[in-house]
């Protein structure tokens, strides 16, 4: 995975609610050209790293056994602009999951400031797909601990989250 | 137990919300595809925000028995067959079959269901919850 669109959860509670935070950077290319002059984080990375943020809630239900992609974006409502030195702070929370796949209601706040708010469907790839890799063996686990979040993450009983023994998607 | 018009008008709220479409659209005998512009994956969404709202569960194919399609005994050369047909009848109750049974085209399967239909579906489900918890 190269496609880090947050920074680190800071907090992540199996099953239930993510919350993560996204720095904005002068550093990143992408604001150089989006726009010369007036470096705005494109919205659609805004809901990139909020699908990051609730797809690994959602794959981490499921110990990362089924394979989580973003399905649809039913609603998507943004507030304010993100500019370089923002600091994002992603909330997701599961609406609704299913063995097909799941709902996630999510915002992205500048500080007290609500900036963007939306609705995620995630869906389970079914057996069709199974013979395709969309991502190389603990991919996902690694991901989750580059992200900090077996260090803030919470099991659904409370217990420190702990890494699956063996990630299969 | 809700009543229908309770049921169409959740059901209507599910569409409207899912499909990104004006209420006044919404009708009974709308189609869900050709005249809501459902996509497939927005059948995903309408089936977890029917179960969410009337609190029921949804089984892959039970309100679209995708198997069938794939059966050769149930479809030959484009078209459902008898057998096929007397199986949709059976496996959607739920579904206004008797104009698609004249010409029953397995390319015009995909825009059957009516926004009736899916309120009868839900009405279904709901019975059957309600006869296994009294059972």
Known sequence: ?169 | MLTQEEIYQKVREVLVDALAVDEEEVKPEATLVGDLGAESIDFLDIVFKLEKTFNIKIPRGELFPEDILTNPEYVKDGKFTEAGLAELRKRMPFAELDQFARNPLVQDFANLLTVRDMCRFVELKLQQQEGQASA
């Not at chain 1, 799941?102 to 199974?130: P, W």
């Open chain 1, 1 to 169: 995975m190269r496609w880090y669109w947050i920074d680190r959860f800071i907090e992540f509670h199996s099953g239930r609610m993510a919350r993560a935070i996204k720095n904005v950077s002068l550093a990143e290319e992408y604001l150089h050209d989006h726009f010369p002059g007036y470096p705005v984080m494109p919205n659609s990375l805004v809901i990139e790293g909020v699908a990051q943020t609730g797809g690994l809630l959602v794959g981490e239900y499921n110990q990362f056994r089924l394979k989580v992609v973003l399905a649809k974006v039913p609603h998507a409502k943004f507030y304010c602009e993100a500019v370089p030195g923002d600091v994002l702070t992603y909330t997701a929370t599961i609406e609704h999951i299913h063995p097909h796949g799941a709902v996630v209601k999510a915002t992205s706040h500048k500080g007290e400031i609500l900036q963007a708010e939306m609705e995620l469907v995630f869906a389970h790839l079914g057996e069709d797909f199974n013979d395709r890799e969309l991502f190389d063996p603990g991919t996902l686990t690694h991901m989750m601990r580059i992200l900090r979040a077996y260090e803030v993450g919470k099991a659904a009983d409370g217990s420190p989250l702990k890494e699956p023994p063996e990630e299969t998607a």
